[in-house]
């Protein structure tokens, strides 16, 4: 199956730092890629939708300039999460559709984002 | 965008087939049932995926009456590693490029020694 990789699993930075997370399809080219937010316990959050070459949509709720995504190529899409604070810490997920594939996305295994 | 409702949580043990069933009453024609598992601290892994009857793969079958309302996935002979997260979701696959798949709870399923 299709592979996604994302980096880095685990990321423990200082309140007001910017983290940078990537997310890339290792065998296939995915024009969207999708990033979620995950509380514990909790579901999956879509924040944003990530397209090469287009700017991202993002949720409802979703600061564009505090979460900025860039999918500068079919194979890879980040998010840097801008001026960390406490509250920002979470699971971050990104997810990549690839052509043909209906609604079978595929996963990366996440970034444990801690912010002190 | 169809709404799904599952059971928050369910126990098994080893050895058992595991049936967890899902809502979708208000599923759309172009709509599609996918199910994927979740591990703590993982991303989500899918595991099936239909629109009708039934389908099965090499881990899992989802079977889907007539009005396709519901869906329910069944785990045959469930092992210690199959505690986990289900979710079940339902989406156009014809939606376009920024089509939305709406996560609920899902199920957690603990498999008792």
């Known amino acids: 199956g299709a592979v996604v990789s994302q980096h880095p699993s685990r990321v423990i930075c200082k309140s007001g730092t910017s983290v940078k997370i990537e997310c890339r399809s290792l065998?296939?080219?995915?024009?969207?890629m999708f990033w979620y937010r995950q509380f514990p316990k909790q579901s999956l959050m879509l924040m944003a939708t990530?397209?090469?070459?287009?700017?991202?949509?993002?949720e409802q709720g979703v600061e564009k300039d505090k979460f900025l995504i860039n999918h500068a190529s079919l194979t890879l899409s980040t998010l840097t999460v801008t001026s960390a604070h406490p509250e920002d810490s979470s699971f971050y997920i990104c997810?990549?559709?690839?052509?043909?594939?209906?609604?079978?996305?595929?996963f990366g295994s996440g970034t444990q984002l801690s912010v002190l | 965008l169809a709404k799904t409702t599952q059971p928050i949580s369910m126990d098994s043990y080893e050895g058992q087939e595991v049936n967890i069933t899902c809502s979708h009453n208000?599923?759309?024609?172009?709509?599609?049932i996918t199910w994927y598992q979740q591990f703590p601290s993982q991303g989500p892994r899918f595991i099936i995926q239909g629109y009708k009857t039934k389908v099965t793969n090499e881990v899992a079958s989802l079977f889907i009456p007539a009005d396709r309302k519901s869906s329910t996935l069944s785990l045959p002979r469930v092992s210690l590693s199959d505690t986990a997260v289900y979710y079940c979701?339902?989406?156009?696959?014809?939606?376009?490029?920024?089509?939305?798949?709406?996560w609920g709870l899902g199920t957690s399923l603990a498999v008792n020694p």
């Open positions: 990530s397209n090469e070459g287009s700017k991202a949509t993002y």
């Open positions: 979701l339902v989406g156009d696959m014809w939606a376009g490029n920024n089509r939305k798949l709406i």
């Open positions: 065998d296939f080219q995915a024009t969207t």
């Open positions: 208000n599923i759309a024609t172009n709509d599609y």
């Open positions: 997810s990549a559709l690839p052509e043909g594939a209906g609604e079978k996305l595929f």
